[in-house]
């Protein structure tokens, strides 16, 4: 639905060993273009993310014969660094600590929504490797500049509050994705707990209103059921 | 296993029995020391004499001679108590003494010697010892003085005496007084058991017995009966925490249903089927919330969460919530004001965070003046709206409050407020899973501190008091002198 086709097609690996979960993973990433391999258990797993070339991969944690994070710490030991988005029905922020410091890129609590899945992934993803480490995102007119924090919107200067300016550099770190309500809530404020209220969405309207309002064409976009995108529109 | 047989297999009758042992030991061993050294006295009074005597003798046979020896021997032996004297010839005939007989082959040796004798006045064939010496006068007459031996085996027999009934007291002592102790623990003991199979069984409610003494098994008892306490307590809080489970997770779950049911039924178009899919995973994005926080709400009960504390600045996280809340607050027509000063503690940034987020987005919900009702002093508008989170330190306490002007919270509801699942009436008709407050409790106490709520005339502040940090202060004074520009 939101994935975007790539010149090569993006490969995952799904290490899970509920068959009808990593079944449904399977079929939900072959439909947005992915190239999705699956393995049952922790050892076939390994044996399968050394061997292939993999752009990320989807681990559970309880898995049989080998865990899931004694199966990235394995991976790392050898030097391998594909980005690991780690599923787990363990929650917890400890959890979560532990998962990360094990050697995962991201944690997922399970359960999941798919397109919060499929947001984490895109951004995790080497191909996209995008305007990461630049010092001035562009999208459109709209320009982002890291070192001097100013934010230009064609020719007019815009006045961002520091926490509005980490809010947009995020999104435009990561043009033309998906981002979340729960990414953004831990990326930009660092907060791992999910708030009962739309308190995103309102500093998203106070964003848009100052780098949208006035302006012909709108560069940031509600994804309607996963959250939030910047991009020209055209693209 | 038979009431005996119980009783002799506790610690106590043990105990006893080896004190039984040592005293016995200890008491033989007096006896003995006593038995040996007295017959030692008894033996060197004798030969102390016997000598004496012998040289006293002798000298007069070798002034008197024979006739003065045997008229000397006659006269002593017929004094009362006297000593044992016996003269023969060198032919071994006797001419003096009150010996009648004597062991075989006495006479022939010289020197000292225990022996079997009879007196020539006695006539019952019973033997008695005596100790005696034996010297050869000049002209091959031969000399005997002893002295009866029957004092001191008198005092062997008062020492065996005394021995037995000792050995018997101790016996009869430790025994009785063993049992005695050991009935005393056994039957508390046995109230204890007693007690916890009626726990085991599942009446939770029973409590060990604690007597008066304060000795080691009142300290045990008491001690076992806070941990039965704090179970029984975890043990209600489950059984509340399951019933409500079933009935506000059962509630959704058939919200989800009925409406699944109903798409399944009455939907036609896509946009039907379409909007009741939508619907169904907002239901379920509500359950799974209700989760989250039920698990966060457990893991913070158990305490499990303390594995990631540091320290910081509870003013910093103030701040932080400030800056997340300040537009929806804005966005609902209310102004959310922070004041904070260093608050060091020592806590999980992240449950902290969420306990003061909780507060915050609790204060917006219900927080709003009620409109109807006039303020009764004519507080400005704009103070009415407001909403204030405030982080100090007091005493020793870390005080995060949120304060808000609403209706607050009646104080016979204050207590209930907290427990899960608990909405109060002014709240039924708001989103929410009444698990907010709750978790902020489980927080708190999870920090050691507690959850306070009170009025703030009119309105309610909800206190979140944890221990301050004590003595790491000094860490936190760089960070927290980067903190205006990080909040800014």
């Given at each position: 639905m939101t994935a975007i086709a790539t010149d090569t097609q993006m490969r995952l690996l799904i290490i899970e060993d509920d068959r009808e979960s990593a079944d449904y993973l399977v079929k939900a990433f072959r439909e947005v273009g992915y190239v999705a391999d699956l393995a049952g258990d922790g050892e076939e797993g390994l044996a399968l993310a050394e061997g292939g070339d993999y752009d990320v991969l989807v681990v559970d944690r309880m898995l049989p014969k080998r865990d899931g994070l004694s199966l990235i710490g394995a991976l790392r030991e050898k030097g391998n660094r594909t980005p690991v988005l780690i599923l787990s029905a363990l929650g917890q922020v400890d959890d979560r600590i532990k998962g990360l410091r094990a050697g995962g890129d991201d944690y997922l609590p399970k359960p999941y929504s798919f397109a919060e899945l499929l947001a984490r992934i895109e951004v995790l993803s080497r191909r996209r490797g995008g305007p990461a480490e630049d010092t001035t995102y562009r999208v459109g007119d709209l320009e982002l500049d890291r070192l001097s924090h100013r934010v230009m919107r064609g020719k007019e200067e815009l006045t961002l509050q520091p926490r509005e300016f980490r809010l947009l550099e995020y999104l435009m770190k990561h043009a033309g994705q998906v981002v979340t309500r729960t990414m953004l809530l831990e990326n930009v404020w660092d907060y791992h707990f999910d708030p009962q209220t739309n308190v995103i969405d309102v500093h998203i309207s106070r964003l848009r209103s100052k780098?949208?309002?006035?302006?012909?064409?709108?560069?940031l976009h509600t994804i309607r059921g996963a959250g939030y995108m910047i991009r020209d529109g055209i693209r | 296993m038979t009431a005996f047989g119980k009783l002799i297999r506790t610690t106590a009758f043990r105990l006893t029995l080896v004190y039984l042992f040592l005293f016995a030991l200890f008491a033989a061993f007096l006896l003995g020391f006593f038995a040996w050294n007295t017959r030692h006295l008894i033996t060197e009074q004798i030969t102390t004499t016997v000598n004496a005597e012998t040289g006293e003798i002798s000298d007069i046979f070798g002034r008197r001679g024979l006739r003065g020896l045997v008229l000397t021997i006659e006269n002593r032996a017929l004094r009362p108590g006297a000593n044992l004297y016996l003269v023969t010839t060198?032919?071994?005939?006797?001419?003096?003494?009150?010996?009648?007989?004597?062991?075989?082959?006495?006479?022939?040796?010289t020197g000292w010697s225990e022996t079997a004798y009879r007196r020539?006045?006695?006539?019952?064939?019973s033997n008695h010892f005596a100790l005696v010496r034996v010297t050869e006068l000049p002209s091959g007459f031969r000399l005997l003085i002893g002295r009866d031996l029957e004092e001191r085996r008198r005092l062997f027999g008062i020492v065996a005496k005394a021995a037995q009934f000792s050995l018997l007291v101790v016996i009869v002592l430790g025994l009785g007084g063993g049992i005695f102790v050991a009935r005393r623990v056994l039957r508390r003991i046995d109230a204890m058991t007693g007690t916890t199979q009626r726990i085991m069984a599942g009446d939770l409610s029973g409590r060990l017995p604690v007597g008066r003494s304060g000795d080691e098994l009142d300290r045990l008892a008491g001690n076992l009966n806070a941990m039965l306490e704090r179970i029984e307590a975890l043990m209600m809080g489950l059984k509340e925490v399951s019933d409500n489970i079933a009935h506000d997770l059962k509630t959704p779950l058939t919200r989800l249903r009925n409406r699944a049911e109903e798409a399944l039924a009455k939907s036609r178009t896509e946009p039907e089927y379409r909007s009741a899919l939508e619907r169904t995973i907002e239901e379920s994005d509500g359950l799974i919330r209700t989760f989250n926080a039920l698990l966060m709400i457990a893991r913070a009960e158990s305490g499990q969460?303390?594995?990631?504390m540091d320290d910081f600045d509870a003013a910093d996280v103030a701040r932080g919530i400030h800056e997340l809340y300040e537009p929806l607050a804005e966005d609902d027509g209310m102004t959310l004001r922070v004041k904070v000063e260093r608050a060091p503690i020592h806590a999980n940034r992240e449950l902290i965070s969420q306990a003061l987020a909780n507060l915050v987005e609790n204060a917006i919900k219900y927080g709003k003046p009620e409109s109807t009702v006039q303020p009764l002093a004519p507080t400005a508008e704009t103070d009415r709206k407001e909403i204030l989170i405030e982080a100090k330190r007091v005493g020793d306490r870390v005080l995060l409050s949120v304060t808000d002007r609403g209706p607050g919270i009646p104080v016979a509801d204050r207590k209930h407020a907290?427990?899960?699942?608990v909405r109060l009436e002014a709240s039924r008709t708001q989103p929410g899973s009444g698990l907010g407050l709750s978790l902020a409790s489980a927080v708190a106490t999870l920090h050691g501190g507690d959850l306070r709520l009170d009025d703030a005339h009119p309105g309610l502040i909800a206190t979140l008091a944890i221990p301050a940090l004590s003595g790491g202060s000094d860490r936190l004074a760089a960070q927290t002198q980067d903190m205006p520009q990080k909040a800014a």
């Open positions: 780098i949208d309002k006035g302006f012909e064409r709108p560069l | 060198p032919a071994g005939q006797a001419i003096a003494g009150n010996v009648g007989s004597l062991a075989p082959g006495v006479m022939a040796t020539l006045d006695e006539q019952d064939s969460a303390r594995g990631n907290v427990e899960r699942f």
